[in-house]
């Protein structure tokens, strides 16, 4: 019914005279002279993929990453400008330096990519899709040296977040070098029911809910809310991903309390459970040598959605809310670097807690209000 609905619609509407109105009167509400975003989302740059393109292991290019025309110009009148903004800033790509021995690759994928230089290697948190995972992996050999994956960590149980773990390391190389795998309590059981049980629905409402296929215009794609919308090429003829390649390689190891640590590559972490949050299964971890916090999809740039169109289980904002506010109490004052599974970090002990306590407060008035 929803497919016919779709193609009912026929070609995209130009903005009315009240979408105009609206979205004007709703434009001189906005700080525009407010810069501090825009700061934080290109500090530590350092340089993007050749052409801006992403391509696959033969060459081909599978994804066009050159946005700077669309976006670098007046929001259009069919989006909001609040929403345009924010598809400009997620929409810079390419390898950031986060801290001393912290990197993130933003912008090529929906989600981030973190690298942590450890003692012989790297420690790589939450592999995006392959393709943007092996480009990433090749910006850090080429700007920081060509060392080996020394581990993995899988913050939550989407599958933006592990599905390109074969983009930097091999499920044979993973075992012949024992490389620890890390992820939450129930990781497994929530990749299996929302992947494989109930895939295929949920990869339809995905695409409707996210307009996968829409080409990237004022009326068609424009962003994915938390990450950008990548204008992908249609692929060789003979590439299809199979159903292993879309898997994660299996955790060695489940982190199951709050409190619990891990070294890694030479590297100290600390976890926090974030059980039933923005994910079923999703964990948060502190680095103590970089005062560096990690909260993985539960402090996004945006207010979440709580209710998730595709399919995915509700989110208990409540819960979500206090797993915030004890993270605030773990961490807050001994961080210096707050990053996450999205969007750009934050830096300084102040700037980080009025953050997470703005985000924590908008969570818990979701408990009266609807958010979805």
Request: charge should be neutral; avoid cysteine.
């Given at each position: 019914m929803l497919r016919r609905c779709i193609r009912r619609q026929g070609a995209a509407q130009p903005a009315t005279a009240e979408?105009?109105?609206?979205?004007?009167?709703?434009?001189?509400?906005?700080?525009?002279?407010?810069?501090?975003?825009r700061a934080l989302a290109m500090r530590g740059f350092i340089a993007t993929v050749p052409g801006n393109v992403l391509r696959d292991p033969d060459g081909a290019v599978v994804a066009d990453l050159d946005t700077n025309a669309f976006f670098n110009r007046p929001a259009a009148a069919t989006v909001n400008p609040s929403l345009w903004r924010n598809a400009g800033l997620l929409a810079r790509h390419g390898l950031f330096n986060v801290a001393d021995r912290l990197y993130q690759v933003r912008g090529l994928s929906i989600s981030n990519m973190t690298v942590i230089v450890g003692d012989t290697g790297y420690v790589v948190v939450d592999p995006g899709f392959e393709d943007a995972a092996r480009a990433g992996m090749e910006l850090v050999y080429h700007?920081?040296?060509?060392?080996?994956?020394?581990?993995?960590?899988?913050?939550?149980?989407?599958s933006d977040h592990y599905s390109g773990v074969r983009g930097v390391l091999s499920d044979e190389e993973a075992a012949r070098r024992k490389v620890p795998v890390v992820a939450p309590a129930g990781f497994i059981r929530e990749v299996m029911g929302e992947s494989i049980i109930a895939g295929p629905a949920m990869g339809r409402r995905a695409g409707y809910q996210?307009?996968?296929?829409?080409?990237?215009?004022e009326t068609g794609g424009v962003t994915l809310g938390i990450g950008p919308t990548i204008r992908t090429v249609a692929p060789p003829a003979g590439?299809?991903?199979?159903?292993?390649?879309?898997?994660?390689i299996v955790p060695t190891h489940e982190i199951s309390r709050t409190g619990e640590t891990l070294t890694i590559d030479?590297?100290?972490?600390?976890?926090?459970?974030?059980?039933?949050?923005?994910?079923?299964?999703?964990?948060?971890?502190?680095?103590p040598d970089f005062k560096a916090l990690c909260l993985a999809?539960?402090?996004n740039g945006t207010l979440h959605n709580a209710l998730p169109v595709r399919g995915a289980l509700v989110r208990d904002v409540n819960a979500w809310a206090d797993v915030?506010?004890?993270?605030?109490?773990?961490?807050?004052?001994?961080?210096?670097?707050?990053?996450?599974?999205?969007?750009?970090?934050?830096?300084?002990?102040?700037?980080?807690?009025?953050?997470?306590?703005?985000?924590r407060d908008a969570y818990k008035i979701c408990t009266t209000r609807a958010c979805a």
């Open positions: 979408t105009r109105q609206k979205l004007l009167e709703f434009a001189r509400t906005l700080p525009v002279d407010d810069k501090h975003d700007h920081l040296g060509r060392k080996p994956v020394t581990g993995i960590l899988y913050t939550h149980s989407h996210f307009g996968f296929r829409l080409p990237q215009t590439r299809a991903a199979t159903a292993r390649s879309r898997l994660p030479g590297v100290r972490f600390e976890f926090q459970m974030a059980t039933n949050t923005e994910a079923p299964a999703e964990l948060h971890f502190y680095l999809e539960n402090a915030l506010t004890e993270a605030i109490g773990r961490y807050g004052d001994r961080s210096e670097v707050l990053f996450t599974s999205h969007f750009w970090p934050h830096w300084g002990r102040a700037d980080i807690l009025d953050y997470l306590q703005n985000h």
